[in-house]
Structures are given as C-alpha cells and as structure tokens.
C-alpha cells in the first residue's frame, strides 16, 4: 500500500443534488424495487433465480460452495456453455433474423450480422480451430481491433471451452509475448492490421515478433484479413482466416462445461511490475453478466440498439459488449475507430445513424466531448437515447451535468458504474427506474451484493466517513483466482481485512448511506479509465540501458483523470551515448517511445523529468506522495518521514529551468 493511502476525503464533492427517474421511464423500468427485497431476504435463492436468465444443459443443485474461502464455487454441479447461451438458444428461440451486431467500421463502412449468422460464423471459427488442435481447455490469445471478428473468436472458443485471453490491440509485442507465455496459449487468432486515425497500422508484425522470442507453445496464429496489407508468413504455422472459413461447416456442437470451467483470463495490472492473469469462469460469472446488463441498462431485446464504447481488450468489452448483451439478445452497436476520426462529432452521428438507446461508455470521453464543445453533439439527433452509462473512473460531477443536458436531454438516467477487472461485472450502480441519481456516485450495491467502507481497524464506517472498499459477501462473477499463482490471489485481494475482499480503492459514505469512490490506494493509477501500475511503467524505463532508477506516479490530469509522470535518474557512463542521440533534451522523448514500445502507447508517461536523486524512507521506499506534489505543481507536502529532506529541494532545483 502507498504511503499517501485514503486523503482528501474531507475535500470531495458535498453534492446534494439529485434526480428522481421520469414517470415513463419507471412504468416500463426492467429492474423492480423487489430485487432488493429478494436478495436481502436469501442471498442465495436470489441468485439461483437470477441463473435461471441462462439455459443450463444439466440443472445445478447446489448454488454456492464457499467452504474453502476465497476460492469460491457457484453452480459448480450445473453444466451449460457460454457462447450456446449467447447465440444458439435465441436462434433455437426463433430470434435468428434479429440483428447481433451492427458493426461500423472507421472508414464509415458498416455491415450487420443476425444471431444466425453470428451462429454460423462462430460454429466454423470452432470448427477451424479444432482443426487447429484447440481442444477443451487449451487457452487461446486474441488480438484482434475492434471489429466482429473479435466478438466471434472470444464465442468460437467458448463454443469449445478454451478459456480465451484477449489482449488488447494497443498493447505492444513486449505485452503480448508475457501474456502468451504466462497463458501459455496454444493458437494466437490475430488480423493483419487495424485502421486508427484514417491510417493502417500493422498488427501481424507484433505477434510475429512476440513468437521471436518466446511463445513456444504457441502452434498457430490464425489471421483475420482486415486491411489487406501484405504480411509476412510462416507456413504451416499461419492460417488465413478467410481461406479457413471457406471449408469450414456452420455446424458445430458446443462443449457442455461445467459452471466452473475457466471461461477467460484476462490480464490487468496490479501493484507489481508483472500483470495478473484474472481467471473468470462460466456459470457464475454468465449469470451476472446477464443480470446486471439486463436490469442497469434497462434493456429491451425488442426494441433497443444497445451501445458500450469499450473495447474487447478490456474487461468492459468481455462483459458489456460480448456476454452480458448477447445472453440477453441484444442487438449492438461495435465500432472500430476513435471518437475522432474523421471529426469530433463522429459518435453522435453513430447514435443518430442507429438510434442508439442505450449508451456506455467513460468519463474520460465525456470530458473530451466537454472539451470539444457541445455544439458538437448538438449537430446529431440523440433523441433516441434513454440511458446514459459511465464506468472505468469516478465521474466528476460537471461531466455528469453535462452529460445528463447535453447528450442525455435532461431526460436519460445515468448509471455511473462501479467494478472492476476482477468483479466480472457491474456492482455498485444505481438502479434506472428506482434510484434518484446523484451527479458523481455509484452510490449502491446492486442487489445480491454486500459490500462496505471500513477503516484501518476493519470496521465499517459511519455515514459521513471514508475508507476502503471491501466486498464482504461472495459474488458469482468473481474472479477465481489469478492464473497460475493462488498465492497472489489471496494475499492481494484476502489478506489485509480478513474475510473481505479488498478492492484496493479509497470510498466514503455519504450522509445517506450512498457510495462514493475516490480512487485507487495502491500503486495502480487510472488513465482514461484503464488501468496501469507505477511498478509495470517503473520496469519499463529501467530495462533502458540509460536509466539507473525511476519514479512513476499517476498525476492528476483533466481529461484522462490520470496520466502517468516518470522521475527518471540516469546512468551514470551513460553521457556519450546520449549525447549522440541528440543530448538529455531528447531523453524525455526517447524514453517515452520506449515505454510506449515496451508496454504500448498507453503507458507513455506524460512527462519525463530527469532528476538527480528520488526521495525515500529511511526503509528505502520511494514517497510516491511528494513527487506526486511535484507532478502536480503543489507545495511539496510533509518531508519528515525522507531519509534525507534535502531530496526535494534537489528535485525542486534540477527540475526548475526544466519544466
Ligand atoms: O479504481 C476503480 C476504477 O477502475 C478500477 C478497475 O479497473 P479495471 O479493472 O480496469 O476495470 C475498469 C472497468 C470495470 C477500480 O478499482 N473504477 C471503475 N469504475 C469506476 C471506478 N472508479 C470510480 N467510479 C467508477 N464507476
């Protein structure tokens, strides 16, 4: 844990405001003020009826096996498959001709895909990848843009029960190779390259360059042609997706597992350098999936064409974009470019283009639509919307205002979510329909789940009072475990509060009892709602041959909430080298790229600051909080705890002249 953990709770937002749902909007509201009843009455009977959303192959007799915490079982002896429940029931239903997906890509271009087409296009991405050798288990990497084929090679392996490890487009090779080999994936379903910002960017070249180096287990790579450049080949290790397709059938049997059975890993960062593999398994994590999307966004299958911005390289892609919707018959919207290309209005047209109803996505995006002004939006018609959702940061409340008026025509309840990697899905919201929302809180845990702010001590807080977030009850989509190593699991998530599971961000209770969350703990920081850790971009600076030893804090930043700033000291010896390369005012940038290449463009620090000295404990821990102060242009804080005080007016000296 940081030395700086919970501050400035005395600071938040003293908010008062809020807005009851409108009449109409309650009248034909999904969720129903008895879920919070039910649940409180029996926790368990109440989620064994929300699996009933789910069509189980073999019925589960017991709901929750929690004998062994934290390893929890939820319907361990039922039996059912993912992608059977997110695709072939609705067409066995007499859903095939609705709309699955409608896919846009950046160029403006769009094609549509019908749950029966979606059965047939995953029913032969199984079948090629069963003849690839991916049987029952085998766990498979995905890197693909955000384009249908990603949705149909995360349902093609849950169709075979390979749990699938997405790993999201932007990451660099560096990122890939460490995801293959800690997974040890057997295929790597990848495309040639992707469009971003109007241009084509290659996208083989990294898998390529991942299996240099490493990937032993890797026997295939399936290849998605999507910008038609020409890639280099390695025969009988890559396949052409296209040229797979052709001969394969659109029938397949999908593989009944049990609800235990590992449905993904997906990798986010913790507080260490290495990212954690966060292993969700079917039955449980499906059921919340589905109930949590169905009743936060309010979702008729009938009639809404639903839209989450995220992508699938993220947890939100794998919740609300894959499962949670197309369990529940949704028809979509996926799009493959950035909100900007070719111009700032470019997702309000979308909305306008498909009529949008549901709409989810992040603060960092508001605050750049506020940014860009709203005579943006106002150029589109919106007036198909009706529920407004953000996730990934807290959301401040002038975005939110300004997300209710501008986009949301005053009319549209917002649902600011809260949850993470980790939860499998959405925990603390308000409820459309039944909350008075608040401008900034999650405010409540759905129903089904318990979760409390308590101090230091452990316990639970008064109204008025902060701390930390604990979940106190099991949940159905909670992770199982981190891949490969249940130590990790336990002491990161179960040990500091015995009994709890421990979410690593700082909460409040306000007077009424709702939630507020005020940002993470520990060294994890939230950049445009994805997360990084000081440790993982630490690691990256020093494998530069230049770089003797560096500081990362996320500093405060008014759109992406977060960006990170490095404190970097050079080697020693190192002088020439660099003088070659341009002299140390070109230092900053080069190490930026190398961040950038060594974990992707997200991961670049904002600044680089070269520094002579990083202040420490007398322990030798680096005090995160003063530098933060510096990144942040405040008065330095509290410098009794350093090992030498004089690091900062050092720091503070180097630094002027610099900045
Ligand atoms: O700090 C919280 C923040 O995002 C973290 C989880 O990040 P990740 O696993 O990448 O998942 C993001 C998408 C679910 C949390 O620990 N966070 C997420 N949603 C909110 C939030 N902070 C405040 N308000 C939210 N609604």
């Not at 659109?250 to 290495?274: D, N, Q, R």
């Not at 999650?442 to 109204?463: C, K, R």
């Not at 709890?500 to 520990?522: H, P, Q, S, T």
């Not at 322990?619 to 030498?644: C, F, H, P, W, Y």
Request: hydrophobic share 40%; glycine share 10%.
């Amino acid at each position: 844990m940081s030395d700086d953990a919970v501050t400035g709770i005395e600071n938040l937002s003293q908010e008062t405001r809020t807005f009851s749902p409108p009449s109409s909007f309650v009248q034909d509201a999904v969720a129903r003020p008895r879920l919070y009843e039910e649940a409180q009455r029996d926790r368990e009977a109440f989620w064994a009826s929300r699996a009933h959303l789910l069509s189980w192959k073999k019925k589960f007799t017991e709901v929750l096996d929690w004998s062994n915490p934290p390893f929890a079982r939820w319907f361990a002896d039922g039996t059912l498959n993912a992608a059977y429940n997110c695709v072939d029931r609705h067409v066995e239903a007499g859903h095939g001709k609705q709309v699955a997906l409608l896919a846009e890509y950046e160029d403006g271009s769009d094609a549509s895909f019908t749950y029966a087409e979606v059965k047939d296009e995953i029913s032969r991405m199984a079948n090629v990848l069963q003849d690839l050798g991916v049987t029952t288990g085998d766990r498979v990497a995905i890197y693909l843009p955000m384009v249908p084929e990603a949705v149909f090679a995360m349902l093609a392996c849950a169709r075979i029960g390979a749990p699938h490890s997405v790993v999201f487009g932007g990451f660099s090779a560096e990122a890939l190779r460490s995801r293959i080999e800690d997974a040890e994936a057997k295929v790597v379903i990848t495309a040639d390259g992707q469009n971003r910002r109007g241009k084509q960017l290659p996208l083989k070249p990294a898998v390529d360059a991942a299996l240099a180096g490493g990937g032993e287990s890797v026997k295939h790579v399936l290849v998605v042609r999507r910008t038609g450049g020409g890639v280099e080949w390695t025969e009988g290790r890559d396949v052409w997706w296209h040229e797979a397709r052709e001969n394969a059938s659109t029938e397949h049997e999908p593989v009944f597992v049990e609800a235990e059975h590992p449905l993904f890993i997906l990798y986010t960062s913790g507080t260490t350098g290495k990212p954690k593999g966060i292993v969700h398994t079917t039955g449980g994590y499906l059921t919340q999936a589905a109930y949590t999307h169905r009743n936060v966004f309010d979702l008729k299958p009938k009639t809404d064409v639903y839209w989450c911005t995220a992508d699938v390289g993220w947890i939100t892609g794998h919740t609300y974009v894959v499962y949670g919707p197309m369990a529940n018959r949704s028809t979509q919207v996926i799009y493959e470019g950035t909100p900007d290309t070719p111009h700032q209005g470019r997702w309000w047209e979308i909305v306008e283009k498909y009529g949008v109803t549901q709409f989810y996505s992040s603060p960092t995006a508001i605050r750049t639509a506020m940014k860009w002004g709203e005579d943006i939006p106002a150029k589109f018609d919106l007036s198909s919307l009706r529920l407004l959702g953000t996730v990934g940061e807290a959301i401040n409340p002038e975005a939110w205002m300004w997300y209710r008026r501008v986009i949301g025509a005053d009319r549209c309840p917002i649902v600011d979510t809260w949850w993470q990697t980790e939860t499998g899905g959405i925990m603390i919201s308000p409820l459309p329909g039944i909350t008075d929302t608040k401008p900034g809180s999650a405010q409540v845990p759905l129903p089904g789940i318990s979760v409390d702010v308590i101090n230091d001590a452990g316990e639970s807080v008064n109204n008025g009072e902060g701390g930390y977030l604990v979940i106190t009850e099991p949940w159905p989509a909670m992770l199982r475990g981190i891949w490969g190593d249940p130590e990790r699991f336990q002491d990161t998530y179960w040990s500091r509060f015995p009994g709890a599971y421990f979410a690593g961000d700082g909460a409040k209770k306000d007077e009424d009892g709702d939630i507020w969350l005020l940002g993470r703990v520990d060294d994890v920081m939230n950049v445009s709602g994805h997360r990084l850790s000081t440790m993982e971009i630490e690691s990256a600076l020093v494998s530069h041959e230049w770089v003797a030893e560096a500081a990362v804090v996320g500093a405060s930043d008014d759109t992406t909430g977060q960006a990170p700033v490095a404190f970097v000291i050079l080697r020693s010896g190192s002088e020439e080298a660099i003088a070659e390369a341009g002299g140390e005012q070109k230092v900053p940038e080069l190490l930026r790229a190398h961040v950038g290449a060594e974990i992707g463009p997200i991961a670049k620090p904002k600044k680089v600051l070269l520094v002579s000295e990083l202040p420490k404990t007398r322990s030798g821990k680096i005090m995160r909080r003063l530098l933060r102060d510096v990144a942040e242009n405040r008065e330095v804080g509290d410098t009794q705890t350093l090992a030498d005080a004089s690091v900062m007016d050092l720091i503070q000296q180097g630094l002027s002249g610099k900045r």
